[in-house]
């Protein structure tokens, strides 16, 4: 019987991720919000989101031009990157449901008046982005090279819309001195919508470094659908954000 030889895959994509999401993520949030540094923030952003990007091409790229063999390794490690995620949101809203349960009054002293048509917009915008990737799909499995790329820029587009929504509320809670530091609530609030946020954000950067080949005529099946079912779960998990969060 001839052995097989061991083959290792290398890619230099996955560290230039988490370079990209250590500007984008952790410093430009604490930039602005802790150390209310305008400058630095949009530095790390400046630094953080085209880095992000390339990492995410990059990869995206190499799978590509990958063999076929790899959609069996996507069926099995897509489930245990969504269960990873699920586990970690589960250990947040944990946290914001025992400080709910026990705090006599709620939202604490200092929280001013939150928008609820800001959030319901920002449901409307994301559940719509979930029937455009699905029709992006639907077109791709057709074999309408053109109608995809549409479908999936207006996906974009709507995710990029929902991540305007987001800054926009944030700079006018700031501006009322509604700060991470103000209550255990604000605390919560930014921890919990801004990591939401930063699963959009990443959702955008994969659907643009899929888009890039596209516009080319170079699309993998596997790499768009498993940015689906991404995508489909960062809507999902919105619900839980709007609905605890926000409405109760």
Same mark, same amino acid.
């Given at each position: 019987?001839?052995?097989h030889?061991?083959?290792?895959?290398?890619?230099?994509a996955?560290?230039?991720?988490?370079?990209g999401?250590?500007?984008?993520?952790?410093?430009?949030?604490?930039?602005?919000?802790?150390?209310?540094?305008?400058?630095?923030a949009?530095?790390?952003l400046?630094?953080?989101?085209?880095?992000?990007?390339?990492?995410?091409?990059?990869?995206?790229?190499?799978?590509?031009?990958?063999?076929?063999?790899?959609?069996?390794?996507?069926?099995?490690?897509?489930?245990?990157?969504?269960?990873?995620?699920?586990?970690?949101?589960?250990?947040?809203?944990?946290?914001?449901?025992?400080?709910?349960?026990?705090?006599?009054?709620?939202?604490?002293?200092?929280?001013?008046?939150?928008?609820?048509?800001?959030?319901?917009?920002?449901?409307? =915008? *994301? !559940?719509?982005?979930? /029937?455009? #990737?699905?029709?992006?799909?639907?077109? &791709?499995?057709?074999?309408d090279?053109?109608? @995809?790329?549409s479908?999936?820029?207006?996906?974009?587009g709507?995710?990029?819309?929902?991540?305007?929504f987001?800054?926009?509320?944030?700079?006018?809670?700031?501006?009322?001195?509604?700060?991470?530091?103000?209550?255990?609530?604000?605390?919560?609030?930014?921890?919990?919508?801004?990591?939401?946020?930063?699963? =959009? *954000? !990443?959702?955008?950067? /994969?659907? #643009?470094?899929?888009?890039?080949?596209? &516009?080319?005529?170079?699309?993998?099946?596997? @790499?768009?659908?498993?940015?689906?079912?991404?995508?489909?779960?960062?809507?999902?998990?919105?619900?839980?954000?709007?609905?605890q969060?926000?409405?109760?």
């Open positions: 019987m001839q052995a030889e061991h083959h290792w895959e290398t890619s230099w996955p560290i230039v991720i988490a370079v999401l250590l500007f984008t993520v952790p410093l430009a949030f604490a930039s602005y919000f802790q150390y209310e540094s305008i400058g630095m949009t530095a790390c400046g630094i953080g989101v085209p880095v992000l990007l390339a990492g995410i091409s990059g990869w995206i790229n190499e799978g590509i031009g990958a063999n076929e063999w790899q959609f069996g390794y996507s069926k099995v490690g897509l489930p245990i990157f969504i269960t990873s995620e699920v586990l970690i949101f589960l250990g947040l809203f944990s946290s914001y449901w025992g400080l709910r349960l026990l705090s006599d009054t709620w939202p604490p002293a200092g929280t001013p008046h939150i928008n609820l048509v800001i959030p319901v917009l920002m449901t409307i =915008v *994301l !559940v719509s982005s979930s /029937v455009t #990737i699905h029709f992006a799909e639907e077109k &791709l499995d057709a074999g090279a053109g109608g @995809f790329r479908w999936l820029m207006t996906t974009i709507l995710g990029i819309i929902f991540l305007g987001t800054a926009y509320e944030y700079n006018h809670l700031l501006h009322q001195g509604f700060g991470t530091s103000t209550n255990i609530y604000s605390s919560a609030f930014y921890s919990i919508t801004g990591f939401h946020a930063a699963h =959009v *954000l !990443v959702g955008v950067c /994969v659907f #643009i470094a899929v888009l890039i080949p596209a &516009l080319g005529g170079r699309v993998n099946d596997t @790499f768009v659908k498993c940015a689906s079912v991404y995508w489909h779960f960062v809507d999902i998990i919105w619900f839980f954000v709007v609905t969060v926000y409405f109760w």
